[in-house]
C-alpha cells in the first residue's frame, strides 16, 4: 500500500552555492529509492536535520518525530548517550519509497542507518574500513584504497567501494551475520594497524589530526550504534555530491567525486543498476582472516 507523502518549503534552497533546493531531494530521493530502499531497510535510522540548508545549524535525531505517520514502523533499543546512563529509543525504519521521502521532508539531507537489522541488531552486516584524507589529498585516499583492498583479497574476503559523497572512500566488507560488533572492531583494527606499519605517510591510525600523516583508517567506526551515509546519499557538502557505489577498477587517479551529482547517479543507476547489490547478498566469514591476523 502506498501512501502520500506531502511536500512543504519545496523552493527551500538546500545548497546556495548551486541553489539546489528542498524540491531537487525530494525528486531525487524518489526516483533513486527503488535502489535506496534496500540498503535502508530494517535498519534503525537516524535523522540527521538541516532546517536552514548545508550552512545552517544541522541537529541529529534518534527518537522519531512527534507526528510521524503510522505506516512508518519503528522499533525501541536502548541507547547509552553518555558513560553510565542508557534511554529508551523508538527507531524509525525506513523501509519504503515514502518513509525516505517523510525523511526528506523533515530536511533529512542524507540517510544514515545502522551496519545491522532488526532482528540482529547485535549482528553488523558488514565491516567498514573509512578512509579520511588530509584536506585536498583525495588522490592519496585513492592510494590507501587500493592498499586496503589487497590486504582483504590476501586474507580472501571479497570488498565494495563507494565515495563517501565527502572527502572519503567507504570500503565495505560483507560478513555472516554471526559477528558481533567487537568482533568487527577488533578485525577492522588488526587489518588497520597492520596496514599503517606497512605504508608509512600513506595509512594511518592516528586519531589526533596534527599528529596524523597519511589517510586515517578509522576503525573505530565498527561499533553498536553507529551510522553511515548509506550508498546513494546525498551529502551536505557543495554541488551535492552522492556517496556512488563504484566498481574497483573506476578507483584510480582519475576519479574525481564531485561528478557524482544526482542527476549523474540516476543516469548511472539506469545504465548499471545497483553495484552494492552484493554487499546484500550473503556475507564472508571472518574466522580464518582473524586467525591470520593474530597469529
Sequence with gaps: ????????????????????????????????????????????????????????EAYFQKQAP???????????????????????????????REAVLWMVQMNCVDMNAW?????????????????????????????????????????????YVKTSGSEGIHILVPVTRRYSFPETHRFAELVSKRLAAENPGVITTEWLKRKRVGVLLDYHQNGAGKTIASAYSVRPKPGAPVS?????????RKLDPSRFTMQALLRRVDREGDLFEAVLKGGQSLGAALRRLEG
Aim: overall charge negative; hydrophobic content about 35%.
Design 115 to 159: 551496519y545491522s537489522r532488526v532482528d540482529k541488531p547485535a549482528r553488523p552486516d558488514f565491516v567498514l574500513f573509512d578512509l579520511d584524507p588530509p584536506d585536498g589529498e583525495f588522490r592519496l585516499a585513492i592510494e590507501a584504497a587500493q592498499r586496503v583492498r589487497e590486504a582483504l583479497e590476501e586474507l580472501e574476503l571479497r570488498s
Design 244 to 252: 556512488t557505489p563504484l566498481r574497483w577498477e573506476e578507483v584510480t
Design 1 to 56: 500500500m502506498s501512501h502520500e507523502v506531502r511536500l512543504t518549503s519545496a523552493d527551500r534552497v538546500m545548497y546556495p552555492e548551486s541553489g539546489i533546493t528542498k524540491g531537487d531531494l525530494f525528486d531525487y530521493y524518489g526516483r533513486i529509492a527503488p535502489v535506496l530502499v534496500p540498503h535502508l531497510r530494517d535498519r534503525p535510522f537516524t535523522l540527521k536535520r538541516w532546517p536552514h540548508g548545508i550552512h545552517g
Design 66 to 96: 512527534r507526528g510521524m505517520p503510522e505506516w512508518i514502523a519503528t522499533r525501541q533499543f536502548t541507547t547509552h548517550p553518555r558513560a553510565g546512563e542508557s534511554r529508551l529509543v523508538d527507531f524509525a525504519l525506513v523501509n519504503s
